[in-house]
């Protein structure tokens, strides 16, 4: 497999979950393709606890005659940030279908983007 030419990929090891979200967001809206990876490294802001409480509040939400049939709670970190990241446009639209069709999430770093640069976003960083 190889790489479409002017793809981004973006390294999220040490940033901030909503801050590459946003980011990326903005940026597969304009025509960019980004690929992140290493998503399981990132950080999301606040306690432990009260973002364990989040998550449990998400998974309670199913549906009640048949929960098979959604909503899906994927517990990957690179499905949580893609969820993060369709959760900031307006998903149903086909502009934005298409845009989360430019995004491209993966744990860890396989190997069409091993042997390429990998940027970092210095605003998104968690500086501590």
Known sequence: ETMPEGTTVIDCRGHLLGRVASVAAKQVLMGNRIVLVRCEEMNISGSFIRNKLLFMSQLRKKMNSNPSKGPYH????????????????????????????????????????????????PEALRIT
């Open 74 to 121: 994927f517990r990957a970190p690179s499905r949580l940030v893609w969820r993060t990241i369709r959760g900031m446009m307006q998903h149903k639209l086909p502009k934005c279908q298409a845009a989360l069709e430019r995004l491209k999430v993966f744990d860890g770093v396989p190997p069409p983007y091993d042997k390429t640069k990998r940027m970092i976003i």
